[in-house]
């Protein structure tokens, strides 16, 4: 069956792999900044910018089956040189638009809909430098635990923790040969995460071959967040 997707971001990256696969047997609304990457893609784009923009459900259906908010950061400095408006960047971006945007859209998800989140490995596994992102995405993790218990049985709400993936998001870190190694050996399985990697788990949650899960934190990290090999 086809259904009513919305992207919040996906016009590059994690939200661009998703959408790439989605919209083959879906009708898939993406609402971004901007349209670059989804030339060619049987796709709705929306102009919005989560951080200022309240959403035009207009040109969104009546009934949504599936919601996945993408937008996300990557400020990876010590904390003694993290700004409190680096914090409160990051929560806005990640965790307050999210909000903002599920309060606009929950009551056009339908009975049997799934919402997916994004999250980080960094939230369970401490790692030095990523006390903001950490935070904002924390936020995210307690507050999805808490809707899919709310809204069990009619809604599932899932999130997925990724390490590092390349993505232009990520591009600073990954820019060059060297850094792409030191990041690859890192992870137990020797690579650093693709987009795909992580719009397949996406699409699973999304889709009826997960309609027993909710409530999950998914880590798709390389083993980073469970095995030890050094």
């Known amino acids: 069956m086809s259904k009513n997707i919305l992207l919040i971001g996906g016009s590059h990256g994690i939200g661009l792999s998703l959408a790439t696969q989605l919209q083959k047997n879906n009708k898939v609304f993406v609402a971004s900044r901007t349209k670059e990457g989804l030339d060619g893609l049987d796709v709705t784009h929306i102009p919005f910018d989560a951080t200022t923009d309240d959403l035009d459900v207009s040109h969104l259906p009546e009934e949504l089956h599936g919601f996945v908010y993408c937008p996300g950061s990557i400020n990876l400095k010590p904390f003694k040189m993290m700004s409190l408006e680096t914090f409160e960047e990051d929560m806005q971006l990640n965790f307050f638009s999210m909000v903002k945007t599920v309060k606009t859209i929950i009551g056009k998800m339908v009975e049997g809909g799934s919402m997916v989140f994004f999250s980080t490995v960094a939230v369970g596994t401490g790692m030095p ?11 995210i993790e307690g507050f999805a635990k808490s809707m899919a218990a709310e809204y069990a049985p009619k809604l599932r709400v899932n999130v997925v923790a990724p390490s590092l993936v390349d993505t232009p998001l990520a591009g600073r870190l990954l820019n060059n040969d060297k850094k792409v190694e030191m990041m ?27 309609t027993w899960m909710t409530g999950q934190i998914v880590g798709v990290d390389g083993g980073m967040s469970t095995l030890n090999i050094s």
């Open 129 to 139: 430098f990523h006390t903001s992102v950490a935070a904002a995405k924390g936020a």
């Open 184 to 210: 690859s050996q890192r992870h137990p399985l020797k690579r650093v995460g693709k987009p795909e990697d992580i719009a397949n788990i996406a699409l699973f949650l999304l889709s009826d071959d997960s």
